[in-house]
């Protein structure tokens, strides 16, 4: 599975780096380093509300609060 968040402008100063950092604790608390990978990319085009992050099809807009919540949501669930 890959993860693709921005680190456009908009979205760093909405705290990308925060939420690329949670990611990155979680999947390796969860032991997914061989199933989930994390990617980088600037601007996604979706620059309105929080951090953009990209599952599959699917576009999310994340705060750096929210990211253990969209993780088990939406990640766990599709392992």
Known sequence: MKIIVCIGSSCHLKGSRLVVEQLQELIIENKLEDKVSLCGSFCMNN???GVTVEVGDKVY???????????????????
Request: some cysteine.
């Open 47 to 49: 620059c309105i509300s």
């Open 61 to 79: 807009s994340l705060q750096p609060e929210s990211t253990r919540a969209f993780f088990e949501e939406e990640i766990m669930k599709r392992l």
